[in-house]
C-alpha cells in the first residue's frame, strides 16, 4: 500500500522535476517515489555498508590488470552491446542519436565530455583519472561504436589521463 507524503523542493529542482516527468510523460508522484525507492534501496545500503567497489582507484587497478591482447575483444563486445541496447530504445541510432546517448551517459556519469564540431569532422575527447587501459577501451569503444553505423575514424589518441578521436563526417 502506497502512502502519500508530502515534500518541499528547492526552485531548480522543481524544475529539473518538471522537465524529467514531461520527458517521461509520467506524474511528479510516480518520479519522487522512483527516487525515494532507489535511494532506500540502493544508495542507502550502499552508504550504510561503506560499498566503495566503484571508487576511481578500484577501476584504474581492474582496468589496468587486463591483458593488451583482450583488449580488442572487450572493445568490439561492448560497442556491440551498447548498440543492441540503444536499438530497443531508438528506431534508427544515427550519429546524432548516437552522440545525444553518449552526451547522457557522460553527463549522468559526471563526466567531461568535449565535443568539437568542425566543417568536415567532429572531434571528441576526454579527461579522467582512470589510466591509460580504461582511456584506450573508451577510445576505441566509442570509435567502434561510430564504426558500426557507417562513420569514418580518424586520429583516435590515448594516454594515461585522456582520449580523443576525429570522425570525418561524410556529406550527404
Not at 75 to 82: D, E, L, T, W
Request: proline share 2%; charged share 35%.
Amino acid at each position: 500500500m502506497a502512502n502519500p507524503i508530502s515534500v518541499r523542493l528547492k526552485e531548480n529542482d522543481q524544475k529539473e522535476l518538471e522537465r524529467i516527468v514531461d520527458e517521461e510523460g509520467t506524474t511528479n508522484s510516480a518520479i519522487i517515489s522512483k527516487i525515494i525507492h532507489e535511494y532506500l534501496n540502493f544508495r542507502r545500503t550502499k552508504e550504510f555498508r561503506g560499498d566503495i567497489t566503484l571508487a576511481s582507484d578500484i577501476l584504474k587497478t581492474r582496468h589496468d590488470a587486463i591483458k593488451k591482447t583482450e583488449i580488442p575483444k572487450i572493445i568490439k563486445s561492448n560497442a556491440n552491446y551498447i548498440l543492441e541496447e540503444m536499438e530497443y530504445q531508438a528506431d534508427i541510432i544515427d550519429f546524432p542519436e548516437l552522440v545525444k546517448r553518449i552526451k547522457e551517459w557522460n553527463k549522468e556519469n559526471k563526466l567531461s565530455l568535449v565535443i568539437v564540431e568542425k566543417n568536415d569532422s567532429v572531434i571528441f575527447k576526454q579527461k579522467h583519472v582512470l589510466g591509460p587501459v580504461w582511456s584506450e577501451i573508451q577510445c576505441k569503444m566509442y570509435s567502434e561504436m561510430f564504426r558500426c553505423i557507417g562513420e569514418i575514424i580518424e586520429n583516435e589518441q590515448h594516454n594515461n589521463n585522456s582520449f580523443s578521436f576525429r570522425i570525418i563526417r561524410q556529406k550527404i
